[in-house]
């Protein structure tokens, strides 16, 4: 028998535009864009000596990361991560995506535990006893 997806629990995170991004909701960062200068080599011949712009993608080590969005003046968006810092992100270079309520506040609740539990230097563990 096929499920429908509204007979499962599995939820798929999507790019957010970021006219659509609001105080409260909880985000990922799932891409980053740069630019990189590519200087000619000494083998370029004199007409292709020019400095050239790359531009690249790239997924950012903390992907998956939630972030909880505590203001946004565009193209600005500051956000708390679950340790406690807050970010400012740039929606130019960094694309969002919105997690669910109901995932973003127990993964942020979560992991924020873990901070503290790191900083204080107790394991999960510890607070089981």
Known sequence: MIRSASQT?????????P????????????????EACLAPSS???????????????????DAGVPRHVVGVCLPFVLTVRPEGTHETLNVRCQRLAR?????GGEAFRRLA????????GRSEEDDDS
Do not use: C, F, W
């Open 43 to 61: 083998h370029s011949d004199a007409e292709s000596r020019e400095v050239t712009v790359s531009r690249y993608a790239y997924r950012p080590a």
């Open 99 to 103: 997690l669910t309520d109901r995932y």
């Open 19 to 34: 006219e659509d991004v609001l105080p409260g909701m909880y985000v990922t960062v799932l891409l980053e864009e740069r």
């Open 113 to 120: 535990a873990d901070a503290q539990r790191a900083k204080n």
């Open 9 to 17: 629990d599995t939820l798929v995170t999507r790019l957010i535009a």
